[in-house]
């Protein structure tokens, strides 16, 4: 049958069930923008390219699938730069399709021509530019598998004009060969009993989990393995939901802005079982002082994660979940003993706290709010900054794929555009993206397109008038010289109404939840500007180059 090459790549992306597209059209994508005008595929227009890759990630980390984004050369393929990285980062499966000149173009600085393949090289796990029509079905599908499969990450397919434009008879084949890309999946024997031995030695487990527990699907296995060793869970930010929060045995999140048992159980405990993590800066403090009298197990599917940020004395490369099915099969049940009573000392002893003072609300009580008037089953994306912080800490997380955040590369802009990609995923579900002021600024030009296509994400700003991270480490760090961290935002009520939404501003505590139920009814996007107190502070706060027991506050 003789197809073009757009409709090879539509009909490709239906074959791997990829029913829905975020992207913005520009020349050299118009083959396939035209084919997709008689597809059933779901496109959803936004304003920016920027915004379509941050809903691809979104609904992808809502849904489990691979999110997929379009976008034309030039500087349509360069705006999808940060959104790229930003998944590259997080490990989230996404395929972004870039339309390119015609090859005969190619090298000649040709309008709007970028080497997109080059620029993306080392965020992407893999990357195509398609030179022959005869070869896009196959690499659409190598796309599809690599970026779902192993580690997830996204991978980028740059397609000339003439290659979408150009015609072929066209059969599609199943077939799919990768020698040399075989992701583990077991866990070495040898290794296993070396766990073995190290669990069955230990008076003071802890368990530490990361967002591979999430991509992995294997947060029952997390819970199974808590309740038969009775270790405490702490969990990275990417890792929030992966262990519910309300159990006895969860310490929340650790690290820079960890609860602080958390972070005590992890100076003092004598194991460390690191479950999907890659010891980041913002979790380990000072490198040679975490986990100091811990020997640590470090599961993971990527051996290059392996010993690359912290000593690690036994590394297992494999499917998280499919390890600890393995150690599942043959650990025994615990008693409770006097490490788990200091643990839950330390819970009462250090919970996370409101401070009263100041002028304005407090945050905390504003995300508090959010779970009780969701009943802790909201969707929850968050912009970058104190708010994220905030929302990780105030909103207890029960279920995987609950909290969707921007984690390694910190991208302020990410929240609102992943919120509709997440509304889209999920559409019968109430979806909130926390947010402040600086942040939602970078891509609130995305509010058309949550009122084109009817997403009732609702927006909760923390307005305090500052880039409030920034600002706080100024005040701590830099002997408050606020040094161009303040700064005016817009009449947000207004601008929600320009947009055609709905606009609340909020100033005394007494308005919240009234607030919060009407936009949760109105199941239209809305914009609500919480007016904080300015110069709150996220506590407990371990300062860089500091080990995780000199927390401040």
Known sequence: MK?????????????????????????????????????????????????AVHAADGFARASGKVGVCLATSGPGATNLVTGIANAYMDSVPLVAITGQVPTSMLGRDSFQEVDITGITLPITKHNYIVKDIRDLGRIVKEAFYIASTGRPGPVLIDIPKDVSAGEMDYHPNGFLDLPGYNPPRKGKEELLNQAFKAIAQSQRPVIYAGGGIISAAAHQELRKLAETL?????????????????????????????TKYANYAICECDLLIALGVRFDDRVTGKVESFAPHAKIIHIDIDPAEMGKNVRVDIPIAGDVKVVLNQLLERLEARLAGAWQEKVARWKKEYPLEVKAGG????????????????????????????????AAQYYTYTKPRSFISSGGLGTMGYGFPAAIGVQVACPEETVFDIAGDGSIQMNIQELATAMDYNLPVNVAIMNNGYLGMVRQWQEMLYNRRYSHSEMRGP???????????????????EEVADVLQAAIQSRKPVLMDFIIEREENVLPFVPPGKALNEMIG
């Open 3 to 51: 197809m073009s090459g757009a409709e090879i790549l539509i009909d490709s992306l239906k074959e791997l069930g990829a029913d829905t597209i975020f992207g913005y059209p520009g020349g050299q994508a118009l083959p396939i923008y035209d084919a997709l005008y008689d597809s059933d595929i779901n496109h959803l227009l936004t304003r920016h390219e920027q915004g």
């Open 230 to 258: 009775l270790a405490p869970v702490a969990t990275t930010l990417m890792g929030l939901g992966s262990f519910p929060e309300d159990h006895p045995l969860s310490l929340g999140m650790l690290g820079m802005h960890g």
């Open 359 to 390: 002028n304005g609300l407090k945050p905390q009580q504003i995300i508090r709010e959010i779970y009780q008037q969701t009943a802790g089953q909201a969707r929850i994306t968050t912009e970058v900054g104190q708010h994220q912080m905030w």
């Open 491 to 509: 009449d947000y009520v207004k601008l929600a109404e320009a947009y055609g939404a709905e606009g609340y501003q909020v100033t005394r505590q």
